[in-house]
């Protein structure tokens, strides 16, 4: 089955600076990763999104980066806000089936 | 903007109690989800339903579980003997054509 990991359980960044989040896959037959964020008390967030044909893909501040030939995948954010601090967890997902997630990253942004 | 809903919000129940869990999803969307979340740890995920049945479980999801789509717009989860394990937060979730999974705020179950 697969697992997906996260490689930092905590990052603390200045406000203003760029925040990268990384994440690690063991199934090679996922086709579809997701980043979402997690605020306190809410249910996850959809942030942004990346299939397998796609090795980068950017959204408003954020930038999605796949390597398939490590699995791995890191979320960046540019010029991280204070309402950026939150739990960040990555999933992968495998022939439209269930998304697995990692575990979260939880970032807080220091002003 | 559309969103999921579910309630309540939070449930507590005493062990062995049969709960129900609510969820009513995005009006146009045909993919529902339920994940739990126990406190601190990440998401996982539950079952998958399409087309009024269920296209995947997870080996959580045994049967004291079951999902139901009574009608057009919502979709519950039911325990049948709750257990303290149980206790955690319930995500709906649900998506379109599209892969994006839409989640709710969650119901938090509390069984003591």
């Known amino acids: 089955g697969e697992s997906v990991g996260l490689h930092l359980p905590t990052l603390s960044v200045q406000e203003g600076d760029n925040s990268i989040i990384n994440c690690a896959y063991s199934?090679?037959?996922?086709?579809?990763f997701i980043w979402y964020k997690q605020e306190s008390g809410k249910g996850p967030q959809f942030i942004i999104d990346?299939?397998?044909?796609?090795d980068k893909r950017q959204g408003q501040r954020v930038t999605v980066l796949l390597n398939k030939t490590v699995k791995h995948l890191s979320l960046q954010i540019a010029a991280t806000q204070p309402g950026d601090s939150a739990v960040y967890f990555c999933?992968?997902?495998?022939?439209?089936?269930?998304?697995?997630f990692g575990d979260g990253t939880t970032l807080t942004v220091k002003p | 903007e559309p969103e999921v809903t579910q309630t309540p919000s939070h449930q507590v129940t005493q062990m062995g109690q049969e709960v129900i869990l609510r969820c009513v999803p995005i009006?146009?969307?045909?993919?529902f989800y339920w994940y739990r979340q126990i406190l601190g740890q990440k998401v996982e995920f539950l079952v998958s339903?399409?087309?009024?049945?269920?296209?995947?479980k997870s080996e959580i999801f045994d049967d004291q579980f079951s999902v139901e789509r009574p009608d057009g717009s919502n979709f519950t989860l039911k325990i049948r003997s709750t257990k303290l394990e149980d206790s955690a937060m319930y995500f709906c979730?649900?998506?379109?054509?599209?892969?994006?999974?839409?989640f709710g705020p969650g119901t938090r179950l509390t069984v003591t």
């Open positions: 979730a649900s998506s379109g054509q599209g892969r994006e999974q839409y």
């Open positions: 339903f399409y087309n009024n049945e269920i296209s995947e």
């Open positions: 009006s146009n969307h045909l993919y």
């Open positions: 999933a992968a997902a495998a022939n439209a089936g269930k998304s697995t």
């Open positions: 990346i299939r397998s044909n796609m």
């Open positions: 199934n090679s037959a996922s086709d579809y």
